[in-house]
C-alpha cells in the first residue's frame, strides 16, 4: 500500500460524459502528478501540481482539467469524453522537497468509455 | 527532452541475474535516472534512483557510465515475482513536465 488512494476504482461511462476521478496523496506529500495509462501503453504525464499550484504541464488535452485543494487531495475532469479515453488513470504523489522526487502511485482509476 | 530507449521484452529464468539497460542519448545535466517496476493493473513502484556511477539498495543495482548516456539496472537473482514491466524514467528532480512520461518500458518474464 503506497499511502495513496484514488476514487472511484472502476468508471464506466458513455460518450459525451463528464467524470470526476479524485486523489488523496500520501500524508505530507505535497505534489500530486496525474498519469494516464492506455492499452499497452506506457504512462503518459498529464499534470503535476504542488501546495496547490499547478507546478508542470504534459500532453493534456483541453477536455481535461484538474485541481488541488487547500487539504492536497485533487481531482482530474474529463469532460465530453471519447472511446479512446478509456484508459488507467494513476495518481502519485511525492514529497517535492530537494534530492526527494520519488512517487507514490495510487492503485488507479479504470475508465470505460462506451 | 531525453527519451528513452529500452528492449521491448526479456526473458530469464528464477534465481538469474538480470541486466536491462536504457538508452538516454540526450540526458541533461540536472537529470536523475529512476526505475519503477509496474505489476499489470497496479501502480508502478519505485525501485532505484541514481545519477552518476552505481547506486545499491536492498533490491536492485543502477549502474550509469561516466557520460550517463545509458544506465543498467541489475536485478540478482530474480523469482517469478519479479515478472513485471520495468520503466526508465529520466527527468530533473523539480519542474520535469513532460521529461514525467514513462515509456513503454520493459516487459520482464520470469520462468521456473
Known amino acids: 500500500d503506497s499511502g495513496v488512494t484514488q476514487t472511484p476504482k472502476h468508471l464506466i461511462t458513455a460518450t459525451g460524459q463528464r467524470v470526476t476521478l479524485r486523489c488523496s496523496p500520501r500524508?505530507?506529500?505535497?505534489?500530486v502528478y496525474w498519469y494516464q495509462q492506455s492499452l499497452d501503453q506506457g504512462l503518459q504525464f498529464l499534470i503535476q501540481y504542488y501546495n496547490g499550484e499547478e507546478r508542470a504541464k504534459g500532453n493534456i488535452l483541453e477536455r481535461f482539467s484538474a485541481q488541488q485543494f487547500p487539504d492536497l487531495h485533487s481531482e482530474l475532469n474529463l469532460s465530453s469524453l471519447e472511446l479512446g479515453d478509456s484508459a488507467l488513470y494513476f495518481c502519485?504523489?511525492?514529497?517535492?522537497?530537494?534530492?526527494?522526487?520519488?512517487?507514490?502511485f495510487g492503485p488507479g482509476t479504470r475508465l470505460t468509455v462506451l | 527532452l531525453a527519451k528513452t530507449t529500452q528492449p521491448i521484452s526479456m526473458d530469464s529464468y528464477e534465481g538469474q541475474e538480470v541486466n536491462i539497460t536504457c538508452s538516454h542519448n540526450n540526458i541533461a545535466t540536472n537529470d536523475y535516472i529512476t526505475w519503477y517496476q509496474q505489476f499489470p493493473s497496479q501502480g508502478p513502484r519505485f525501485i532505484i534512483q541514481?545519477?552518476?556511477t552505481k547506486v545499491t539498495n536492498e533490491v536492485a543495482s543502477l549502474f550509469i557510465p561516466a557520460d550517463r548516456k545509458s544506465s543498467t539496472l541489475s536485478l540478482p537473482r530474480v523469482s517469478l515475482s519479479d515478472t513485471a514491466v520495468y520503466y526508465c524514467?529520466?527527468?530533473?528532480?523539480?519542474?520535469?513536465?513532460?521529461?514525467?512520461?514513462f515509456g513503454t518500458g520493459t516487459q520482464l518474464k520470469v520462468e521456473l
Open positions: 500524508s505530507g506529500d505535497l505534489s
Open positions: 524514467l529520466v527527468a530533473p528532480l523539480t519542474g520535469g513536465g513532460n521529461k514525467l512520461t
Open positions: 541514481g545519477y552518476k
Open positions: 502519485a504523489s511525492s514529497p517535492n522537497s530537494p534530492g526527494d522526487n520519488e512517487q507514490f
